[in-house]
Nanobody, 120 residues
Framework: VQLQASGGGLVQAGGSLRLPCAAS????????MGWYRQAPGKQRALIAD???????NHADSVKGRFTISRDNAKNTVYLQMNSLKPEDTAVYFC???????????????WGQGTQVTVSS
């Protein structure tokens, strides 16, 4: 089981990016999925998450600008980022609780991280 994030890059302030993160492998069910970010010198922080039923939670710093969504058929979570600011520059990580149908491989998984850089 693994999570694969992509979609990062360099964008000017005010621009937009969409980050997808797909779970693959032997999967019975994907529960809550989320996006975190870690800026240089700072701790990794949750910015948004979404349950399997579609209930969402967004950090105050991104409310109104970022939107998390998911496609359960594709085991994929998305982060749509609009009105980007230089302070959004960070490595973005996806996270999910995955039930693989096997106790040994059921648990929280992290994607590898994707760099988002917002220039002023």
């Amino acid at each position: 089981v693994q999570l694969q994030a992509s979609g990062g890059g360099l964008v000017q302030a005010g621009g937009s990016l969409r980050l997808p993160c797909a779970a693959s492998g032997t999967i019975f069910k994907v529960d809550t999925m989320g996006w975190y970010r870690q800026a240089p010198g700072k701790q990794r922080a949750l910015i948004a998450d979404i349950t399997s039923a579609g209930s969402t939670n967004h950090a105050d710093s991104v409310k109104g600008r970022f939107t998390i969504s998911r496609d359960n058929a594709k085991n994929t979570v998305y982060l749509q980022m609009n009105s980007l600011k230089p302070e959004d520059t960070a490595v973005y990580f996806c996270n999910a609780f995955i039930d693989s149908g096997s106790y040994k491989y059921t648990g929280y998984y992290w994607g590898q991280g994707t760099q988002v850089t917002v220039s002023s």
